[in-house]
């Protein structure tokens, strides 16, 4: 059972390209922002979509993974544990942000990539 705590699994879009650093003691961190959608129809029958944009952070192996392969607009499924952590802004105010960092990370084909294969069959 202690593997199910803390753990969120997604399947989304990258709203950017991703963001790599080097820390001081030498580890390589990637940051990139995802969107998941999701959609219902209202009391009056109305289709509403909704969509709940994610900051993801990866670590040594996986940032060098999503550095090489992950672009704006990418579709990936991520799996990872939900972080909080706050800090202080230039004017003094504490800010809080909600994380996912990564266990694993499975790109996807987006639908740009499968017209190209629907294309090439032809």
Not at 28 to 44: C, E, I, L
Not at 55 to 75: P, R
């Amino acid at each position: 059972m202690n593997s199910l705590k803390n753990r969120v699994t997604l399947i989304g879009n990258l709203g950017q390209d991703p963001e790599t650093k080097t820390t001081e003691t030498g580890k390589k961190v990637t940051r990139f922002t995802m969107a998941t959608n999701d959609g219902y129809k209202n009391a009056d029958g109305q289709k509403i979509s909704e969509t709940t944009w994610h900051n993801i952070v990866a670590w040594n192996g996986l940032s060098d993974i999503a550095e090489k392969f992950l672009k704006k607009g990418k579709e990936v499924a991520v799996e990872g544990r939900i972080v909080y952590r706050s800090y202080e802004d230039k004017k003094g105010a504490t800010k809080n942000i909600t994380e996912i960092v990564l266990n694993d990370l499975l790109l996807l084909r987006s639908g740009k990539d499968q017209a190209k294969d629907e294309e090439g069959q032809s």
